[in-house]
């Protein structure tokens, strides 16, 4: 008796004595519970247990032979169904752990950090993660302009050579210190609303929102490209509003 095709039934999740009882009634053909036991070499009660699972998956039929009862194999096709079978289950399967595995990756990554190193880290972040030509929009209030000494040597530099473009929203006063640049638009909160004196600023870039408090010397960025996009288009309607 070939040894492969038990492999590829034990591959298809039978144990090896299951095997080797269908293989065994292929073989020999319609076979009582003796004859089973002498061509396997598997002990009688094991046979006894094991038949009925068989039995259940169609992989063997019972014989009626006057007071006695023979086994016999069923069809291979019968072995192609179970596989069809196991094949729907685990694509299915596979579909859900996909979805699990995407909501994984969707759950916003929030880190908080303290000092100027963090704060430079934030800025030094956004020009080089973004790619070239990107665009990144930053809320920066009066006494933000304190900013300038956490943002990195190279910051500049780097976000010229990408041609990275920037939308400000900032308030009257600070919009006049602003010199005109390409890729710079710059946009003022009116006076009458708010005087947007705060020494805070909030940069979206790429997947990510960062907010930075001057004050306090600590940054936190939120990680997720949904909740990044939904920023970008508050952000736009409001820059377009004013």
């Given at each position: 008796?070939?040894?492969?095709?038990?492999?590829?039934?034990?591959?298809?999740?039978?144990?090896?004595?299951?095997?080797?009882?269908?293989?065994?009634?292929?073989?020999?053909?319609?076979?009582?519970?003796?004859?089973?036991?002498?061509?396997?070499?598997?002990?009688?009660?094991?046979?006894?247990?094991?038949?009925?699972?068989?039995?259940?998956?169609?992989?063997?039929?019972?014989?009626?032979?006057?007071?006695?009862?023979?086994?016999?194999?069923?069809?291979?096709?019968?072995?192609?169904?179970?596989?069809?079978?196991?094949?729907?289950?685990?694509?299915?399967?596979?579909?859900?752990?996909?979805?699990?595995?995407?909501?994984?990756?969707?759950k916003p990554v929030i880190t908080y950090s303290e000092g100027g190193k963090a704060i430079?880290?934030?800025?030094?972040?956004?020009?080089?993660?973004?790619?070239?030509?990107?665009?990144?929009?930053?809320?920066?209030?009066?006494?933000?302009?304190?900013?300038?000494?956490?943002?990195?040597?190279?910051?500049?530099?780097?976000?010229?050579?990408?041609?990275?473009?920037?939308?400000?929203?900032?308030?009257?006063?600070?919009?006049?210190?602003?010199?005109?640049?390409?890729?710079?638009?710059?946009?003022?909160?009116?006076?009458?609303?708010?005087?947007?004196?705060?020494?805070?600023?909030?940069?979206?870039?790429?997947?990510?929102?960062?907010?930075?408090?001057?004050?306090?010397?600590?940054?936190?960025?939120?990680?997720?490209?949904?909740?990044?996009?939904?920023?970008?288009?508050?952000?736009?309607?409001?820059f377009k509003k004013l």
């Amino acid at each position: 008796m070939k040894t492969q095709p038990m492999t590829i039934l034990e591959k298809l999740g039978f144990n090896t004595s299951e095997s080797a009882i269908y293989f065994a009634l292929l073989d020999i053909g319609p076979a009582s519970i003796s004859d089973v036991v002498r061509k396997t070499g598997i002990h009688r009660p094991t046979v006894y247990k094991l038949l009925p699972g068989l039995i259940e998956k169609e992989l063997v039929g019972i014989m009626p032979t006057g007071k006695y009862k023979k086994y016999v194999a069923g069809s291979p096709e019968r072995l192609e169904k179970i596989f069809t079978e196991l094949e729907y289950d685990f694509k299915a399967e596979i579909a859900n752990l996909h979805e699990i595995y995407s909501s994984r990756d969707k759950k916003p990554v929030i880190t908080y950090s303290e000092g100027g190193k963090a704060i430079t880290h934030v800025f030094s972040d956004l020009v080089h993660s973004l790619k070239k030509g990107d665009m990144y929009f930053r809320y920066s209030s009066a006494l933000a302009l304190n900013r300038e000494k956490f943002i990195p040597k190279d910051y500049r530099s780097v976000r010229d050579k990408k041609g990275l473009e920037r939308l400000i929203i900032t308030n009257e006063s600070t919009r006049g210190l602003h010199v005109k640049r390409l890729g710079r638009e710059v946009k003022a909160v009116p006076a009458d609303f708010d005087l947007f004196e705060y020494n805070i600023s909030q940069l979206i870039y790429g997947n990510k929102v960062s907010l930075i408090d001057y004050n306090t010397k600590t940054a936190i960025t939120i990680e997720n490209a949904m909740i990044a996009e939904f920023q970008k288009k508050i952000f736009k309607l409001l820059f377009k509003k004013l």
